[in-house]
């Protein structure tokens, strides 16, 4: 079955401290993986997905099927970096059909 | 172009009852997905719509169902309503290639008591 693990609920960190979100998938497939950030009362946006290997915001992310990880990195974080981080893997159905399949979500707190 | 809007904001029911959710699209976007999210969870899929029709659907029962009008924009409807459905809810369109990304709504809070 598909799933995708977030093992930490809250992740606090001080300002200027690496970064790191862990992300653990299961899919048979090729994986197309994607995180997700969600600010205080704002809406969930996308933050990164993997085939573009981009960097947005100083996040990086890089997939190792390996060991089934899609982990996201920032080497200093900023306090507007606190957020809700969610690690998502889209599942494709066959034809034109897509779901994504989400984790539970890490809060990243980031003190002054 | 606003991106995807959804309506109401917020809602307020009771148990047994029924309720419409809405949603529309980004400009230039076919596909509408509905996902739910209970609190401390990531969103749940529930369905998915393309050319009106629901192409995929999430381990969710019959009391909810949706629809699509050609203008792309979609319904949510969840019929007899129980505690449980008590979520935020969340629109997501998408063209129909199927590895699109999917751009987010801010959602309709829905609150069975």
């Known amino acids: 079955a598909q799933r995708v693990t977030q093992p930490e609920k809250l992740l606090s960190v001080f300002k200027g401290a690496p970064v790191e979100l862990k992300c653990n998938y299961s899919?048979?497939?090729?994986?197309?993986l994607f995180w997700y950030v969600q600010y205080s009362r704002q809406r969930l946006q996308l933050l990164l997905r993997?085939?573009s290997r981009e960097s947005i915001k100083g996040f990086t992310a890089d997939l190792n099927k390996g060991e089934t990880s899609f982990h996201l990195k920032k080497p200093f974080a900023q306090e507007e970096d606190s957020a809700m981080y969610y690690c998502?893997?889209?599942?494709?159905?066959?034809?034109?059909?897509?779901?994504?399949?989400f984790g539970t979500g890490t809060l990243l707190a980031v003190q002054p | 172009d606003a991106g995807v809007t959804q309506s109401p904001t917020h809602l307020i029911k009771t148990r047994g009852q029924q309720v419409t959710l809405r949603c529309s699209p980004k400009?230039?976007?076919?596909?509408v997905s509905w996902y739910q999210q209970a609190l401390g969870q990531g969103p749940q899929f529930i369905f998915q719509?393309?050319?009106?029709?629901?192409?995929q659907r999430g381990n969710f029962p019959d009391r909810f169902s949706g629809h699509q009008f050609p203008n792309y924009s979609s319904e949510l409807n969840v019929n007899a309503l129980l505690l449980g459905d008590s979520a935020l809810y969340l629109c997501?369109?998408?063209?129909?290639?199927?590895?699109?990304?999917?751009?987010f709504g801010p959602g309709t809070r829905l609150t069975v008591l």
């Open positions: 997501a369109s998408s063209l129909v290639r199927g590895t699109d990304t999917q751009y």
């Open positions: 899919y048979s497939g090729s994986p197309e």
């Open positions: 993997h085939i």
């Open positions: 998502a893997l889209l599942r494709l159905s066959g034809g034109a059909t897509n779901k994504l399949i």
């Open positions: 400009s230039g976007h076919d596909t």
């Open positions: 719509y393309y050319e009106e029709e629901e192409r």
